[in-house]
C-alpha cells in the first residue's frame, strides 16, 4: 500500500532564557601577611595584597608567618583558637601551633568564686579572685559548662550579731564573714536566723521596705539595719515566723509563676520572665502594697502578640516562606523573592530585637513551639545539591537537604536516573567551564527527555519530576554569571510537530503543551524555584525586568517533506 | 483747701514713693537674674577649668587629675567602644556611621574566622593610654603650676600613663611624683603608692563577652545571642547580619547604657556556589 501524505514537520523553536552576566576571574591565591584592607594573614588574590609586608603564593597554613594556632594570654588565662601566628606574638600573647584543648595551661575547669562558678582555665579563675577579692576553688574534673554551674551553691548565711556602741546589733552574712573579725571579737553567729528574729534581741526589726539585690531575682524585705529579710510577701509582714528564720525560694509565695504584676508576691523568675526593678507606673501594671519595688513582667508585645521573654521567632515577612516544622511546599511565585531575607526576632527583658538571617537566602529561619513557648534560629539553607537529585526520595531527605520534588515537570539534560546525567546536571549547576554553552538553553520537547548533548533518551514516564530548592536562594546575578549557569538549568527549546492532512488544514501532534499558557507559567515556576531567577515580583513587590512572555519566544518554522 | 491739697500730694507722694520702691525693687530682680544667667553661661563655657580650679582647693592631686582626665578618657572610651576596642581601627566595616573593627575576620568563604585581637583587653588598655599620654602630661604640669601660684616649691617627676580596665571601672594610674614644699608644709603624691584615676566604666563585662563570642564565631562560624542574655541579666546582645557576610555585635549594658560593637566574618555562605 502506498501511503501518499505530506508530512510537514513545523519545528517551532520555543526558548525561555534567563537573566545572565559575566563571571569574574579567579586568580592565583596569596597568603598576606596583611591585605590592603588591614585584615591579617588571608588568602587573596594578589591585588588584594599588602606589598609592604610578606606575602607567598601558597596558604596561610603552609606560611611560618601566618600559621594559625592557640594563642595565649598568660595573664588573663583566656585561650584563643585560630590566632596567626605573628597577630599573636605582636599582641604579647604565648603562641602554641596545638589547638587548646592539648594545651594544658587551656585546660578548662570548675572556678568556684563564692557563690557563683564560672567554666574557665586556672589561671583565669586566679586572676577572677584576684579581680573580685573572692576565696576560689579550682576543680579540673569538671567536664561541663553546664555542670559547673549548677554546682555553683551559696554560702550558708545567718544573723552575725555582734556590739556596737554598746548596743547588740546584726548583720546577716556568711559565717566567714561573719567571724573573720570586721564585727569585732565578741559576735555569734546564728545559722539561718535572720537579723530581724525577735529571739536574737537585736535592733533590728522587721519593715515594710523592700530592696532589689544585683544578681537576684526577688524582691525582699528589709529590716530596720538594712539588712536583706526574706522574699516579699505582703501576707507575712507580720508574720513573726517569717521575720524569723530563712525561707527558700521554692517555699515562698507562688514559687512557680514569675509574680510579674503582683502586688503581694515578690517571688520574681528571670527564667520565667519576671525580675525585681523599681516600680514605674508606665512599665508596671501594679503599685506593690508595701516597698518601691516589684516583679517585672519581661515579656512582650509585638504585632498585637504576647512573647514570653526568651522566646525566639520567626518574623512573618510576605516575601518569604513560613517555615514551622510542618512546613511542606511553599508558593514560588510569591515566596523567597528576590531580595527578601528571613529574619528572627528575640523577647528579651521586654524588647524585641530583630535579627536578620543573611542575604540571598543563604540561612533560613526555622522555628518550633513547645508548649506555647516558641524558639527559633536561623540555620544554613542546604539547597546547593537539590538539583543532583534524581528521585524523591533523596531528593526529599530532610536531614541532608532542604528541597522539594515538582511532580511532572523536569529540568533539561536530565536522563533519568542515568547517574552521568546526575553529574552532568551538577556540573552545570555550578557552572558551566565552557563559555560557548553557558546560559545556553537545552533543546527539548516538552514530553521527552534529553541527555546533556540535546539526544533524546526516553519518552517522560510517570512520577518523574524536578528536584529544586525548598527555599529558593538569591544570587547577585548582577556582578557574576553564575547565576547564569544555575537558571539555565531551566531553560528549554521545545519542539513542536504539526501534520498537514490532505484538506490542507494543520494539526498538532507532538509537544503542543508548549503552545499552552499554563506550560509556560508551569516553566517559570519552576525557574523561580531554583533560586532568583525568571520572571517575577522582587521583595518589595516590583516586578523585574523580564515578564513570562519576554522569556518566551518562537522561532524557526521548518517543513519537512516525507514520502513513502 | 490748701490742706486738703497738701494731704493729697502728700499721699500722692506716698504713693510714688512706693512705686519707686517697686521700681527699684524690680531693677535688682533684674540685675541679680542678669548676674545669674551670665554665672551659668559662664560655668557652661569654663566648667572643665572652673571644676579644675575647685580641685586644687583639694590639695588632693588624684581628684585634680581626674578631673583634668575625665572628659577626654570617657570621650576616648565611648570611641573606642563603638569601634571595637581601637581608637583608629585599621580594618573595619562601616555601621552606623561608626568604623566597627573586625575582631575575627576570613575573606574566603565557608571557612572560620581568623582572629584579629587575640588579647582585646590588652589592646584596649593600651589604646586608652597611648590615647592620654599627652593630656596627662599636660595635666601634671597643671597641677605643677597651681601649686606654684600659690607659692609651693614644686618638683615634678612625670611618667607614663598606664590603663587597666576591671570590673565596672577603668583605672587610669601613672608612677608620677610630685612633691610641694612652702615653709612648714611639705607635700608628696605618688612617691609610695601610684597616682590613681578610676572612672566607671563596664568595658571589662562588656569585652569579656565580646571575646566569648569571637570565640564561638571560630569555632561554629557563629554564635547564639540568648545563650548571654540568659546568663547575664543586664546584657543585651544584638548581631546585626551585614552584606557580604559581615556580622555586627552590639552589647548593650542596659542599666548603665553602655554599648561595645565590634565586626565578625566567619563561614560565610556566598550567593550561588561560588559568590
Redesign the interface.
Given at each position: 500500500m502506498k501511503k501518499l501524505g505530506v508530512i510537514f514537520i513545523f519545528g517551532i523553536l520555543i526558548s525561555l532564557s534567563f537573566i545572565s552576566s559575566q563571571e569574574g576571574t579567579i586568580g592565583v591565591s596569596y597568603c598576606a601577611e596583611r591585605t590592603v584592607s588591614g585584615a591579617w594573614c588571608q588568602n587573596v588574590p594578589l591585588d588584594k595584597v599588602d606589598k609592604s609586608l610578606r606575602y607567598v603564593p601558597t596558604s596561610c597554613e603552609a606560611t611560618s608567618y601566618c600559621k594559625l594556632g592557640t594563642c595565649i594570654d598568660s595573664k588573663e588565662g583566656i585561650c584563643m583558637e585560630n590566632t596567626p601566628q605573628k597577630v599573636c606574638q605582636d599582641a604579647g600573647g604565648l603562641w602554641d601551633e596545638k589547638e587548646s584543648d592539648e594545651i594544658a595551661q587551656c585546660n578548662l575547669g570548675c572556678c568556684s568564686l563564692g557563690d557563683q562558678a564560672a567554666y574557665v582555665t586556672q589561671t583565669r579563675c586566679r586572676q577572677l579572685s584576684s579581680i573580685y577579692g573572692l576565696e576560689s576553688d579550682f576543680n579540673p574534673s569538671v567536664s561541663s559548662e553546664s555542670a559547673c554551674i549548677l554546682s555553683a551553691s551559696s554560702s550558708v548565711k545567718g544573723a552575725c550579731v555582734y556590739e556596737r556602741d554598746l548596743q547588740k546589733t546584726c548583720t546577716f552574712t556568711t559565717q566567714e564573714n561573719c567571724l573573720s573579725g570586721d564585727y569585732g571579737d565578741s559576735v555569734d553567729f546564728h545559722e539561718e536566723y535572720l537579723c530581724s528574729a525577735e529571739v536574737l534581741g537585736t535592733d533590728c526589726s522587721r519593715t515594710k521596705n523592700t530592696k532589689c539585690v544585683e544578681d537576684k531575682d526577688e524582691v525582699y524585705f528589709l529590716d530596720s539595719c538594712g539588712n536583706l529579710a526574706n522574699i516579699y510577701d505582703s501576707s507575712k509582714i507580720d508574720d513573726t515566723l517569717y521575720w524569723t528564720k530563712v525561707v527558700d525560694k521554692e517555699e515562698s509565695c507562688n514559687p512557680n509563676s514569675n509574680n510579674a504584676g503582683s502586688s503581694s508576691c515578690g517571688n520574681c523568675d528571670y527564667y520565667l520572665g519576671s525580675t525585681c526593678k523599681e516600680y514605674e507606673r508606665s512599665k508596671d501594671r501594679v503599685n506593690p502594697s508595701y516597698g518601691d519595688n516589684v516583679c517585672r513582667d519581661l515579656s512582650c508585645n509585638y504585632d498585637g502578640e504576647k512573647y514570653q521573654h526568651g522566646e525566639t521567632w520567626c518574623a512573618d515577612v510576605e516575601s518569604v516562606s513560613s517555615i514551622s516544622p510542618d512546613f511542606e511546599n511553599g508558593n514560588p511565585e510569591s515566596e523567597n523573592l528576590p531580595g527578601s531575607r528571613y529574619f528572627r526576632l528575640v523577647c528579651y527583658n521586654g524588647e524585641v530585637s530583630v535579627e536578620s538571617c543573611g542575604d540571598y537566602r543563604q540561612k533560613i529561619c526555622i522555628e518550633s513551639d513547645i508548649e506555647g513557648f516558641s524558639t527559633a534560629a536561623c540555620r544554613v539553607n542546604k539547597w546547593q545539591d537539590c538539583i543532583g537529585q534524581d528521585n524523591q526520595l533523596d531528593c526529599e531527605n530532610s536531614d541532608r537537604r532542604d528541597c522539594m520534588w515538582i511532580e511532572g515537570v523536569e529540568l533539561v539534560g536530565i536522563s533519568g536516573g542515568s547517574k552521568t546525567g546526575v553529574e552532568e546536571r551538577e556540573k552545570a549547576f555550578a557552572g558551566s567551564s565552557d563559555e560557548s554553552t553557558r546560559g545556553q538553553p537545552f533543546s527539548g520537547t516538552g514530553n521527552a527527555i534529553f541527555d546533556m548533548d540535546g539526544e533524546e533518551v526516553e519518552e517522560r514516564e510517570e512520577g518523574v519530576g524536578s528536584c529544586v530548592p525548598k527555599y529558593a536562594p538569591g544570587f547577585n546575578f548582577w556582578s557574576s554569571s553564575e547565576a547564569e549557569s544555575i537558571c539555565a538549568q531551566a531553560s528549554i527549546e521545545c519542539v513542536v510537530t504539526y501534520e498537514t492532512g490532505l484538506g490542507g488544514g494543520k494539526e498538532c501532534v507532538d509537544g503542543c503543551e508548549c503552545l499552552q499558557s499554563s506550560w509556560i507559567g508551569e516553566r517559570n515556576n519552576l525557574c523561580v524555584s531554583l533560586g532568583d531567577c525568571g520572571a517575577s515580583l522582587n521583595y518589595v513587590g516590583v516586578e523585574g525586568y523580564y515578564d513570562e512572555e519576554a522569556l518566551y519566544s518562537r522561532s524557526g518554522e521548518e517543513d519537512k517533506t516525507d514520502e513513502e | 483747701m490748701e490742706r486738703i491739697f497738701k494731704e493729697e500730694k502728700r499721699e500722692l507722694n506716698k504713693i510714688e514713693g512706693s512705686m519707686n520702691n517697686k521700681k527699684g525693687q524690680v531693677t535688682i530682680f533684674v540685675i541679680i537674674g542678669v548676674v545669674l544667667v551670665v554665672a551659668a553661661i559662664v560655668i557652661f563655657m569654663f566648667w572643665p577649668q572652673i571644676r579644675t580650679s575647685f580641685a586644687i582647693s583639694s590639695d588632693n592631686p588624684e581628684i585634680f587629675l581626674k578631673n583634668c582626665l575625665e572628659d577626654e578618657v570617657n570621650e576616648n572610651l565611648e570611641i573606642i567602644s563603638l569601634q571595637g576596642g581601637s581608637l583608629s581601627?585599621?580594618?573595619?566595616f562601616i555601621y552606623d556611621g561608626n568604623k566597627v573593627e573586625?575582631l575575627?575576620?576570613?575573606?574566603?568563604n565557608y571557612i572560620?574566622?581568623?582572629?584579629?585581637?587575640?588579647?582585646l583587653?590588652?589592646?584596649i588598655e593600651n589604646e586608652i593610654s597611648n590615647s592620654i599620654q599627652n593630656t596627662g602630661g599636660k595635666c601634671l604640669d597643671s597641677l605643677k603650676e597651681n601649686l606654684e601660684k600659690r607659692g609651693y616649691s614644686v618638683t615634678l617627676n612625670k611618667q607614663e600613663f598606664e590603663t587597666e580596665i576591671?570590673?565596672g571601672k577603668v583605672v587610669i594610674s601613672t608612677n608620677s611624683s610630685i612633691s610641694a614644699k612652702k615653709d612648714e608644709s611639705n607635700y608628696n603624691y605618688g612617691s609610695e603608692n601610684k597616682l590613681n584615676v578610676i572612672l566607671d566604666n563596664n568595658l571589662y563585662e562588656l569585652s569579656t563577652i565580646a571575646?566569648s563570642i569571637?570565640?564561638s564565631e571560630?569555632?561554629y562560624g557563629d554564635s547564639?545571642?540568648?545563650n548571654y542574655?540568659?546568663y547575664y541579666?543586664d546584657l543585651?546582645v544584638?548581631?546585626?547580619?551585614q552584606?557580604?557576610?559581615t556580622r555586627v555585635y552590639i552589647l548593650t549594658d542596659?542599666e548603665r547604657e553602655e554599648q561595645f560593637m565590634f565586626a565578625s566574618r566567619s563561614v560565610v555562605?556566598?550567593?550561588?556556589?561560588?559568590?
Open positions: - | 581601627p585599621q580594618h573595619y573586625y575575627c575576620y576570613q575573606e574566603e572560620p574566622c581568623v582572629v584579629q585581637r587575640p588579647l583587653k590588652n589592646h576591671l570590673p571575646i569571637i570565640s571560630v569555632e547564639e545571642t540568648t542574655m540568659n541579666r543585651k544584638e548581631k546585626k547580619e552584606s557580604e557576610g542596659t555562605f556566598p550567593p550561588g556556589y561560588r559568590g
